[in-house]
């Protein structure tokens, strides 16, 4: 009998709610009140997510994010600035010493990255892992991924593109002129593809949740319980987001 995860499916969330519930998970998992869990969500409104390390006031036009209703929000996981908008964002939240999941750090994405991969498929679409956090599809990425390890805990998040809207991206991200603004834009076209670009179509939020769960199971071979969250993450969801992620003691830090 296979081994039995919760699935979150935990429909749309700001910025903020969505980085408290994702560490709010790890928290509980670290103490042993939950099991392995992989969760689906969206981002309402528009949002940006700025890496642990990274400053805010030089990744991101704060003045043009309330002019167009676009938060913003410091990670507890590293890497780079993301705009999030017509996307599905997955988290997966384990032990790090379960044996699903590789000690070495790029092992561990290429694992967990394989789920996706996997899901992909289902939806007649074939990618590689690209280290250190990409899938691509035909060279073109279509998945960014993040990974932090606290409390002896790995949590990892990253998103797979529904859609990209590369202009208001920039609207929103600093660059450094308006003629390197067309350059950028260019260049991301060229390396950055979405469902909607690849299948012509729009795919649905739902079915691209139902294809990522499979990956899920296939590559960690688990059945994926649908759960809620417990009374205790409530509680710290409800404290991070309050505490930190919505302060801008947090989010300016750097």
Known sequence: MSEQWRLLQTGFHTAAENMAIDRAILVANSQGLVPPTVRFYG???????IGYFQSLTEEVDVNACQRYGVKYVRRITGGGAV???KELTYSIVIPESHPQIPKNILQSYSRICNA???????????????PINDIVVKGKKISGNAQTRKHNTVLQHGTILLDVDVEKMFTVLNVPSEKMKDKLISDVRQRV???????????GFDDVAT???RGFEEEFTITLRQGALTSEEDQLATQFENECFSTRQWNHRR
């Open 116 to 130: 996706l991969i996997r899901g992909l498929h289902h939806l007649s679409i074939e990618s590689t892992y690209a």
């Open 193 to 203: 593809t979405s469902l909607r670009h690849i299948r012509g179509k729009d795919v």
């Open 211 to 213: 294809a990522m769960k």
């Open 83 to 85: 705009f999030h908008e």
């Open 43 to 49: 981002w309402q409104p528009p949002a940006i997510s």
